[in-house]
Structures are given as C-alpha cells and as structure tokens.
C-alpha cells in the first residue's frame, strides 16, 4: 500500500471531481463482505484500491471502494465518481481506508474482462518509470476499449420430438442436417430454426463467436522443422538452460540475417509450451514483416494470437480473450504485444531489437524493450533479444550467444563504396549499370517526396511550413508541398509569393523522384514509403514480379525475404549519419548492414553498393567490412567517452506553447526546479524548431542514476506545470528518448 499524504477528499477536489458520492444500491454493494473487528486478519481485506482510467494528469489515485465478493487486484469495476460513472482496475486491496465506512462507496458492477495482477504491477511500474500516470498506463495493458465479443445464434437440436403436426419436408431437412452436423451459428436460416425451436426439436442460445483473424488462419503444424546446425544447437542448449532457470539471463542473439535466429525463436517457444509457459514474440511491424508470423502459425497453429494495427476492436478483443482465458498461449505482435494477458510467462522474444519502432511516442512514452526486460524478470521468463546489427546497449548489457553464419553456408554479399563526391546526379553511373543488369534490386532512399525543400531562384525565398519552421517537402503526384511533422498541405507554387518570379528551384531528391528516374532504366519500378496505403500488397507484387525495382525508405531494409534479389542500393548513406543524433552513427550502421542483408540470399548471389559524400565515416566502412564488432567496439568506446546511453541515462524535458516567451520562461523555472542533481548533468534550456504551431525548448538531463534522476525530473515537472504563471504550456518527459 502507498503512503499518502493528500486526503482522497482533496486530491479528488484538486482534479474537481468530488469522490464523496451517495452510497449506491448496486447488487454489488450487497455482496461486500461484513467489514471485519480491528486487529483480526480476515481473509480477504474489504477495501479496494481503484484507480479510475482516465487521461487527466491532475487526477492521482487510487481511491477507496467496498470491495464485492470476488473482486481483487485486477479487476476492472465500473465505479461511481463525482457525477458520473468510470470504469477503473482494482491496483490493490486495504484493510481499512482514510474515508469513513459510511462515505465508501460500492462499485456499479463488475466487468468480466480482469487484467493479470502482473499487468497491474507492470503498468504501476512503468508509470514511475516514464513520468505518466497510473491511470494513461493500465489503459495500455487493457483490452482494446469498447469492443465486445461477437455473439450469434447458436442451435443445437434438443433430441425431443418436434411437439404439434409432421414437420414439413424442408423442416425435417434442416433437422435431420443439425443432428448429423452437431451444433451451429444460425444465418438466414435463423426464421426456421426458430419454428423448430417453438416446437421444442430445436434449441437457440446466444454464444460469442470468435472473428477470424487471417494470420492463425495459415494452417495448423504443417511445417516440420528442420535439424539444426550445431551453431543452433550451440545456441538452443543455452537457451534451454536459462528457461530452466529460476531466474534467466536474457540473452542477445547476436547473428547475421539468414543466420536461422527466427528457427531459434520457434525451437525457443516450444521449448517454453513444452513446460506448460506461455510465450511473446515482439517484432517491429507486422504489416512489413508477414513470414515470421506465417512461420510461428505454421508451426504453432491455432495456438497462436497476433495483436497488430490492422485488426478491428472486435478481432483485438476476440485475440486478447483467447490470451486471457488461456485458448492461446504465444502472441505475437508489434511493441504492445508486450502486454499480452498471458499467465505463466516463459519467454520473451524480442526480434530485431535495434529497431526504432520499439518505442512508443505517446504518454507514457515506454521502450517496448525496456518494458520486456521488466516483465520478464517479473515473470522469471527467458528474454531473448536477438538481431544483426544489435544495439550497444544490448552488447554492453546482455549475455551474447552468436550465430556466426548463415545457414545455406553463402557469404554476405560485398559491399562496394560508391564515392560521391564527384558525382552531381543522384545515382552514380556505376550504380545505373548494376541496376540494368540486375533483374532484381532494392534501393533504399532515407527521404519520402519529390524533393526536400523548393526556393525561389530569383530572391531566395523557401516555402516553409507556416505551423513547423521547417522546409516543405514536394509531392509531385499529388501536386503539393507537405509538411513532414504536421498535416499542412498546399498548393504547387506557380509563383514566388514574395517577388513574383516563375523561376521555382527544387533541391535534392527523395524517394517519389527517384522512382521517376529508376523507370528510365526500363525495369519496372514499386515505390515502398510511409506514402503508400497497403506495403503488404506492394510487397507480395514486388515478390512476384521476374524483374523489377523496389525502391523506398528504410522499409525497404526491413526483415523481408526475397531470393531472388542480387542487388541492394543505399543511394545516400549520408542522409542518417546527418542526423544530430547520437545514435546516428549506429542507425547508419544498421541500415546499410540490414539492406546487404536483403541482398544475395539466392543462389544466384548479389552485392550492395554504398554511395556516400563520407566513405571513410567508421559506420559506413564497418557495414561495408560486415565487420559488427569492429564498429560495436569503437561505437562503444565513444558512447563511454562521451558518457552516452549505455554510459549514462538520458531523459528528455520538453516544454511548448504557442508563445515563444511562455516556453523560454518555462523552461527556465523547469531548469531552477531540478536544482543541482547528483551524479547528473543538466543540458539547456535550449530551443527547438516550432512544431504544429507551437514553440519548443528542451532540457535534456544524462544521469548516471537513472531512479533519482527519473524522479527529479517528474517532481520538477509536476512543480512547474501546476504553477499558474506557466498556464498553457505543455510539458512532456521523454526518459530514454530516441
Ligand atoms: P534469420 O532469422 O537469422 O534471418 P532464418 O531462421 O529465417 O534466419 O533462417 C534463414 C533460412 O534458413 C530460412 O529459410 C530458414 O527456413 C532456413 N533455416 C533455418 N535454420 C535451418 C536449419 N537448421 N536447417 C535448414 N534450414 C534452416
Ligand atoms: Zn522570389
Ligand atoms: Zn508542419
């Protein structure tokens, strides 16, 4: 139980919803047990802790309900509050409470879809953990909200005889068809199955029905798999001696695409079904990465959920209840599949752990790795990271068991450095043969669009984004400049706005331009970006086609698997190592390494060329040796003299308003707020460029303590942003931003 030093009264006064209601006469409030003489320890304690679940910060739970019979940590209530109705989970149960017995309220009802106590504790957790709320972190661990399970019409034939006059023929069809059948979801023949049902032949009942979803539709333990090699082998005796562990080690599966990481992953979960545990496997994006799920469903079967985007409420709420209940025990899924209700964890996979979409932009803004590693230790289940360009992180961290090769035994494809720094165009002469020659190619542009800014070339003026101060991108199919952070959209300029001059300059080219160029090479040519409605269907024609060029955005390098493709392209290695990031170095470095990894997986074999303004840049030229260690070492060597991540944590204090003035001053009491922390430097206040309209500063904060500093930073903000002169300023704490 937490110590508080509000009053429930007056911290739900703060966040002017009065918590004092009339006790109410809900069914439940009968059930709750007798409240028991002090100093005698019943069994179970007669107070629940809820927390209601809403998105409003100011409001700080839990409060005090009379907890039903059957109520635990848990489960989700609908509970009177101020004037209105909430639904909340129970976060915990008390002997007694601050409010007097006659001021406990009882809660309307019970819902039927509980959460695993451990997700209950996990959402705590990473409420401190990133500066959120207890409230915005269980909505994260709920189910989906608002879907219900799918009911039908089920009918069964009783065994009676039909009562009244002989059934007609096509009655006694229908009956005779249900009795060989066995029981059925009615359709368009619900009218006459209810004829039957009258006359007592028949019985109906309403049943939930579970929505197919497409993915555990592939088919059940077709494929047979396959023996491993010994560096397999090698591998899986490791992992079989941590899931007998007490308490694993997580382990970083360190192994070049094609090196069989994803058969370890399945030997790994059946290892774990076998002992009666369930099983996660998190991957980047589901809609970009379909055969690993095929695989796990090929393998596994109906035993399988997946939890994506791209299923309606109702299928996400049909998956999450088989999970639940127990029907599936392996869910695979992008970064929220880490909240899987699934009892009796054994294993955590986390495929391509380098990949940036692991981390998740809202509030709270957790790292899906971060969390796993959380979880898993909570669950004393196996994490199994694994990747060809892990990150430092995970190097520095994680136990590393290796798969040094691939499995057909074929080389990594040569990298070639194509050096640009004489050559005006986007593509190098040399790059423009290989791409003729070869049937197949992937090219990878870091930049969607036609072109990144327009000026004009008379006066200098550049279209900006009115909301953003940063450059208009120009879409030339859909004839618009678009802001790439916000949803300004307009109009192609015919003139310069400021001088009138026809004289409009494009500068630099992105992927949409780079499209219109490659179809002069004769191929046929499928652009994969952020822009295009459905990448799975591009995919699939791009995978069909004999000959042809798939050029895009860093989707292009993500885990597909395509033999036939001999040549990969990186056609501006510069455009991430740009970035001023520190990480900009390590996302270079994968990026080349993941495409080299899409090439030459065929018999046929293929290469990667490299074009760069900076060939000696140590990301570029490692990716190019496929030399991971070498650049792990120095990547790392430079993180720990920099006193980088693994080296330090860094949290992220952003404050924005619509006023620049608001924001400087802001920030300025958000910086005398920290103080001086220990062990910890402060960076900043320092501007950012304006975004959707609003002014930006940042404080970043690179603590060696990661607890205290996470501490001090939620304290400081919490001080500034109830302080009535910092009104209208929002304030947002990103703790291990990307
Ligand atoms: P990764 O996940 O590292 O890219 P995969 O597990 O997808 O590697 O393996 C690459 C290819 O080799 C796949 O087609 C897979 O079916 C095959 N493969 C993996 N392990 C074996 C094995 N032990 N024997 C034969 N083929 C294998
Ligand atoms: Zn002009
Ligand atoms: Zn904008």
């Avoid at 030093?5 to 009968?30: G, L």
């Avoid at 959120?132 to 799918?150: D, F, Q, W, Y």
């Avoid at 998190?282 to 079967?301: H, K, M, S």
């Avoid at 209700?341 to 790292?367: C, Q, W």
């Amino acid at each position: 139980m937490q110590s508080r030093d509000h009053s429930q009264a007056r911290r739900a006064r703060e966040a002017s919803a009065p918590v004092v209601v009339p006790r109410c006469e809900a069914s439940a409030a009968a059930a709750a047990p007798p409240r028991r003489a002090s100093g005698i320890l019943g069994p179970v304690p007669p107070v629940a802790k809820v927390e209601p679940i809403t998105t409003a910060r100011a409001l700080r739970g839990p409060f005090d309900y009379l907890r039903p019979d059957g109520v635990g940590v848990g489960s989700v209530l609908v509970v009177p509050f101020g004037h209105r109705d909430v639904v909340g989970v129970v976060v915990a149960l008390a002997e007694d409470s601050e409010l007097a017995d006659e001021r406990l309220a009882a809660p309307r009802r019970v819902l039927d879809h509980d959460l695993p106590p451990e997700l209950v504790e996990l959402a705590r957790w990473m409420a401190g953990e990133y500066c959120s709320t207890p409230a915005r972190a269980l909505a994260l661990v709920s189910p989906p909200p608002g879907a219900r399970a799918k009911r039908a019409w089920w009918a069964r034939a009783t065994g009676r005889p039909p009562a009244g006059r002989p059934l007609s023929e096509r009655q006694r069809a229908l009956l005779d068809e249900l009795v060989a059948g066995g029981p059925r979801a009615a359709a368009g023949d619900l009218p006459a199955l209810r004829r039957l049902q009258a006359r007592g032949a028949v019985a109906l009942e309403r049943r939930a029905v579970r929505r197919p979803v497409a993915h555990t539709a592939v088919g059940a333990r077709s494929a047979q798999p396959p023996a491993l090699t010994p560096d397999q082998e090698h591998v899986m005796a490791e992992v079989r001696e941590q899931l007998a562990a007490p308490a694993p080690a997580p382990l970083l599966l360190h192994g070049v695409t094609g090196s069989g990481k994803t058969e370890v992953y399945l030997r790994a979960a059946a290892s774990a079904l076998e002992r009666g545990r369930g099983v996660i496997v998190l991957v980047p994006e589901i809609g970009l990465t379909p055969q690993i799920v095929a695989r796990f469903a090929a393998r596994f079967g109906d035993t399988i959920a997946v939890a994506h985007s791209k299923l309606s409420a109702g299928e996400r709420h049909d998956e999450w209840t088989r999970l639940r209940s127990g029907e599936a025990r392996v869910c695979i899924g992008p970064r929220s599949a880490v909240f899987a209700p699934i009892e009796d964890l054994g294993l955590i996979v986390l495929d391509e752990e380098h990949d940036a979409s692991y981390k998740h932009e809202g509030d709270p803004r957790y790292d899906a790795r971060h969390v796993a590693a959380r979880r898993a230790q909570q669950a004393g289940a196996l994490l199994l990271a694994g990747s060809a360009t892990p990150r430092p992180e995970s190097v520095h961290a994680l136990r590393r068991v290796r798969l040094p090769g691939r499995v057909d035994g074929r080389p990594l494809p040569p990298v070639q450095i194509v050096d640009m720094r004489a050559c005006a165009g986007a593509l190098h002469p040399d790059t423009s043969h290989a791409l003729v020659d070869a049937p197949k190619s992937i090219v990878l542009l870091n930049r969607r669009g036609w072109s990144n800014f327009v000026d004009c070339r008379s006066c200098g003026h550049a279209w900006i984004c009115p909301q953003c101060d940063v450059a208009l991108v120009l879409h030339r199919a859909d004839g618009r400049l678009a802001c790439h952070h916000c949803a300004h959209r307009e109009r192609v300029p015919e003139r310069c706005a400021k001088c009138g001059s026809t004289s409009v300059a494009r500068h630099g080219a992105g992927t949409e331009r780079l499209e219109h160029d490659l179809a002069a090479l004769g191929h046929e040519v499928l652009r994969l970006d952020a822009d295009v409605a459905d990448p799975g269907a591009l995919l699939r024609r791009f995978e069909a086609a004999p000959r042809a060029i798939l050029v895009g955005t860093q989707m292009v390098a993500k885990g597909h698997d395509f033999p036939d493709v001999t040549l990969g392209v990186v056609v501006d290695a510069d455009g991430t190592l740009r970035f001023p990031d520190f990480r900009a170095e390590e996302r270079t470095f994968a990026l080349v390494a993941q495409l080299a990894g899409r090439a030459g997986r065929g018999p046929a074999g293929g290469r990667v060329l490299v074009q760069t303004l900076s060939p000696a840049a140590p990301s570029i030229a490692a990716a190019a040796r496929h030399d991971a260690d070498d650049f792990l070492r120095g990547e790392l060597a430079r993180r720990e003299a920099l006193r980088y991540p693994p080296f330090s944590h860094l949290i992220r204090l952003v404050c924005s308003a619509p006023a620049r003035a608001a924001v400087t001053c802001a920030a300025r009491a958000l910086r005398a707020g920290l103080g001086e922390l220990d062990e910890a430097q402060v960076l900043g206040p320092a501007p950012l460029f304006k975004l959707r309209g609003r002014e930006r500063a940042q404080l970043v904060i690179k603590a060696s303590a990661r607890a205290p500093a996470v501490a001090a930073a939620g304290n400081a903000v919490a001080t500034v942003a109830a302080d009535r002169a910092h009104r209208g300023v929002a304030f947002s704490v990103d703790v291990d931003p990307q």
